[in-house]
């Protein structure tokens, strides 16, 4: 069985900074694309960003280019995402997760398709 487990977020104001973290168990990590999907107050969960193995290619929703980046540690079992520019919009609850699918525009934002989900992390930013 593989866990995930988020850790890094909280609250910063408009503008601020935040690092989210997510240490992975197993052997299989390594064999997994990840993702971070998010879900805001009286909003249903949302694609953020994915990474593939490699690390080499990634991916984000419109609404964070440029603001956000994800990477990966496979030596640490880790995936990361760097928030900058928070924006109040950007308040919600995060999780990680993993997936073996095929990594392509359709599937990547479908959350019924991965496998392993980490317990979430709350991020709020204020205005």
């Known amino acids: 069985q593989v866990q995930l487990v988020e850790s890094g977020g909280g609250w910063v104001q408009a503008g601020g900074s935040l690092r989210l973290s997510c240490a992975a168990s197993?052997?299989?990590?390594?064999?997994?694309?990840m993702a971070w999907f998010r879900q805001g107050p009286g909003k249903e969960r949302e694609f953020v960003s994915a990474?593939?193995?490699?690390?080499?290619?990634?991916y984000y929703v419109d609404s964070v280019k440029g603001r956000f980046t994800i990477s990966r540690d496979n030596a640490k079992n880790t995936v990361y995402l760097q928030m900058n520019s928070l924006k109040p919009e950007d308040t919600a609850v995060y999780y990680c997760?993993?997936?073996?699918?095929?990594?392509?525009?359709?599937?990547?934002?479908?959350?019924?398709?991965?496998?392993?989900w980490g317990q979430g992390i709350q991020v709020t930013v204020s205005s």
């Open positions: 197993g052997r299989s990590f390594s064999a997994s694309h």
């Open positions: 990474i593939s193995r490699s690390g080499i290619s990634t």
């Open positions: 997760a993993g997936g073996s699918f095929v990594l392509t525009g359709q599937a990547m934002g479908d959350s019924q398709r991965y496998d392993y």
